[in-house]
């Protein structure tokens, strides 16, 4: 599962199908859960969550 923000999204889909060779699930980060989640390639606020399928 990789924490991402709206620029890296594409960067963590890639990673996960190349890691996982399956479809990625992408979920949108509610306010409430993003509070202390940043992005794992800038720190930035993540937005998204990837996980393998």
């Known amino acids: 599962m990789k924490y991402c923000c709206e620029?890296?999204?594409?960067l963590a889909l890639?990673?996960?199908v190349d890691e996982y060779e399956t479809?990625?699930?992408l979920e949108?980060?509610?306010d409430?859960?993003?509070e202390n989640a940043?992005?794992?390639y800038c720190?930035?606020?993540a937005?998204?969550?990837v996980a393998n399928g």
């Open 38 to 40: 940043t992005c794992g």
């Open 23 to 25: 479809a990625p699930k």
């Open 32 to 34: 409430v859960d993003n």
């Open 43 to 45: 720190g930035q606020a």
């Open 28 to 30: 949108k980060i509610k």
């Open 7 to 10: 620029e890296h999204v594409e």
């Open 14 to 16: 890639d990673e996960a």
């Open 47 to 49: 937005v998204y969550i």
